[in-house]
């Protein structure tokens, strides 16, 4: 049998549909080619890469946007038997220089303007020789860089490509690093095979060659979500919004080319409506937007739906689970059900992928029952589930179990000892029909009296309100209750509101009782967010001088 490898991934759509396009936006304009033109140009890349002795053991970086060259080194890269390194562009000078000395990258590609002048700035303090400019032509500088398409022009395109194996480190993507400097998680060619298999299936985005899928998760962010690959493998025409994207330009890009299925963060959703609501705009060919990071408002989920009849489907993942974990899609014989009920449904992070197990366990490791109320920290396993980060053995242990645990909801049979589960850090709970729903962080959620406090379901809550379009919520020390819930809000352009306002609000919108509601509600010019663009509370906690526990 053959190995599970990105050979038939690459085979399937240069072969079968040659003529289909990708499309990209770049800093030079709109660049559109087919998968036939694709095909060469990622066999001149490995020719390349192969000429300058760049194989199996070697490490290259990608540091840029999304764009038709980043794709190319999707491929190429792990197809010469490399292992790509994405690198998100927007951290911070010091995470950077951390992990390109962590990962000990032998090449990296790198965006011109902006990312390229952030490795200017850092070159002293990299170590890193070869470097790779994914433009037409190198800028001035003093660093000893080749243009991407020279390195191109020079190569023929390779018409064997190497042998690889299924056990080649293919992938690797750093976590965010939101509590501690960022882990490097490892794929192999065949995770990657497997979970991109996963994310094609109906029972994960249901992808197909007849979708034009437009992927606004970075490509720097775990595998931008498997979908270069997962696309690519179904056939499906592609579109990349290049640097930077903004609502204007991804709206631009979907009345172009039709764009059928997108996915991101919910701030990229929530800018997008924003900026229909003023400007106008046709979201008729959009049929799915997948939201992952962090739950989608609903009242945002309601307004695609009822307005342009687009539905949002909740998404969980982890960079340890290469992204995409689980779905939120209605089983068939919830197709009758009224707006609401479904509704309700899609809201959860939903069913788990193909070939995950999971389990859902209290502080004693046992398992909680699946009613929907009982909540415990979420439990996984698969052939796409890491079992230990890069370089750093002393975190293995505490976010790795092999315990026993629950075969099944409320069962007492354990697992063989040698079998490692994934403590993500979520808890969750999960209802009688399997679909799971993240009640908070554990390092987010607030324990007050003895009780726990969701900090996500007074972030939707707050979010529900028309006036409000961002919202965080965080613990704070309390000499009584250990902590309690303060809110911090971002409203709306010209919309006024006050904090009684808000807080009868919560108790209309909340089905909980009154001492969840926040000891105080502060209304702010932002929230900080990560590099993923998830809120970060970390960095909130130090503006309001609060000290995490974690921390």
Not at 147 to 153: G, I, N, P, R
Not at 170 to 189: D, F, I, L, N
Not at 293 to 311: K, L, N, Q, W
Request: proline share 6%.
């Amino acid at each position: 049998m053959s190995d599970l490898t990105l050979r038939p991934f690459f085979w399937r759509p240069t072969n079968l549909f040659p003529e289909t396009r990708l499309v990209a936006r770049t800093h030079d304009g709109i660049h559109e080619y087919t998968y036939d033109a694709f095909g060469r140009r990622v066999r001149s890349l490995v020719a390349a890469l192969t000429d300058r002795g760049l194989g199996p053991g070697d490490r290259i970086a990608t540091f840029g946007w999304n764009h038709h060259r980043h794709f190319e080194a999707y491929f190429g890269v792990p197809l010469s038997g490399a292992q790509l390194h994405t690198i998100n562009v927007m951290l911070g000078d010091d995470d950077i220089v951390h992990i390109v000395e962590d990962a000990a990258d032998d090449c990296l590609l790198v965006d011109p303007g902006e990312p390229f002048r952030t490795i200017e700035r850092l070159w002293d303090d990299l170590p890193i020789e070869r470097v790779v400019v994914m433009a037409e032509s190198v800028p001035e500088t003093d660093i000893d860089a080749v243009a991407y398409e020279d390195l191109l022009a020079d190569h023929e395109p390779m018409r064997e490509l190497p042998p690889l194996e299924e056990d080649l480190p293919a992938g690797m993507c750093y976590t965010s690093g939101t509590t501690g400097r960022p882990k490097g998680v490892e794929y192999t060619q065949k995770m990657i095979y497997a979970h991109a298999m996963m994310v094609m299936t109906p029972a994960g985005l249901d992808l197909s060659e007849r979708d034009v899928v437009m992927p606004v998760v970075p490509m720097f962010h775990v595998n931008s979500w498997e979908f270069p690959y997962a696309a690519t493998m179904a056939g499906a025409t592609q579109v990349y919004p290049g640097p930077s994207p903004d609502a204007a330009d991804l709206l631009e890009l979907i009345e172009r080319e039709g764009v059928t299925m997108t996915a991101g963060v919910p701030t990229v959703w929530i800018n997008l409506l924003e900026h229909v609501d003023e400007h106008g705009g046709d979201l008729s060919s959009l049929e799915r937007i997948v939201v992952g990071g962090s739950a989608a408002p609903a009242d945002i989920m309601r307004r695609y739906d009822e307005e342009f009849d687009v539905t949002m489907e909740h998404a969980w993942g982890m960079t340890e689970t290469m992204s995409i974990g689980s779905v939120s899609r209605p089983k068939a014989r919830m197709d009758d059900w009224d707006r609401e009920r479904t509704a309700a449904k899609r809201k959860k992070q939903g069913l788990l992928s193909p070939g995950l197990e999971m389990r859902v366990v209290d502080d004693d490791g046992e398992a909680v029952a699946w009613d929907g109320q009982s909540a415990g920290e979420l439990l996984v396993r698969g052939p796409t589930v890491v079992s230990e980060y890069y370089n750093r053995p002393d975190a293995t242990a505490a976010d790795f179990v092999s315990r026993p645990v629950g075969e099944t909801a409320g069962s007492s049979e354990g697992f063989s000892p040698s079998e490692k589960w994934l403590k993500t850090g979520d808890i969750v709970t999960v209802d009688e029909d399997g679909y799971l729903e993240v009640v908070d962080r554990a390092k987010d959620v607030i324990k007050s009296g003895g009780e726990w406090i969701s900090s996500i379901a007074l972030e939707n809550a707050l979010m529900a309100h028309e006036a409000v379009v961002e919202a965080a919520v965080v613990g704070v020390p309390h000499e009584k209750w250990q902590e309690r819930p303060l809110a911090c809000v971002v409203t709306a352009g010209g919309s006024t509101i006050d904090e009684p306002e808000l807080r009868d609000h919560l108790a209309d919108e909340l089905d909980q009782p009154d001492w969840w509601l926040p000891d105080e509600i502060r209304i702010v010019e932002s929230i900080p967010k990560t590099a993923t663009g998830k809120f970060d509370k970390k960095t909130l906690r130090g503006r309001l001088d609060v000290v995490a526990d974690d921390e």
